[in-house]
């Protein structure tokens, strides 16, 4: 069974960066794409980023070029990196995880993903 935990979040002011960590236990993260999500009060939970297996990515375009996921085999992690924040980044963020060797394809529907973390809050303010 894996199991995902995401750390990282916290408050900071617009134009400012925090990366956020997905640690996975149970089983190697060599065998899953990760896929980063997130949801706003209010609104529905919203794809980010994917990366694949094999290091490919995907991005929302509402975050290209601001945020960039990486990862870790070796430290069985993955990052999202957020760059330029905005008030509207503000939101709860989860990593999650489909069956084994299947990759980002059909990623961001929800049910694409078996496995998620608990989230970790993101908060951009003045």
């Known amino acids: 069974q894996l199991q995902l935990v995401e750390s990282g979040g916290g408050l900071v002011q617009p134009g400012g960066s925090l990366r956020l960590s997905c640690a996975a236990s149970g089983l190697a993260l060599d065998y899953y794409a990760i896929g980063w999500f997130r949801q706003a009060p209010g609104k529905e939970r919203e794809g980010v980023s994917c990366i694949r297996r094999s290091g490919g990515t995907n991005y929302a375009d509402s975050v290209k070029g601001r945020f960039t996921i990486s990862r870790d085999n070796a430290k069985n992690t993955v990052y999202l990196e957020m760059n330029s924040l905005k008030p509207e980044d503000t939101a709860v963020y989860y990593c999650?995880?489909?069956?084994?060797?299947?990759?980002?394809?059909?990623?961001?529907?929800?049910?694409?993903?078996?496995?998620w973390g608990q989230g970790t809050q993101v908060t951009v303010s003045s």
């Open positions: 999650a995880a489909p069956e084994p060797y299947y990759g980002c394809s059909g990623y961001p529907i929800p049910n694409w993903a078996h496995y």
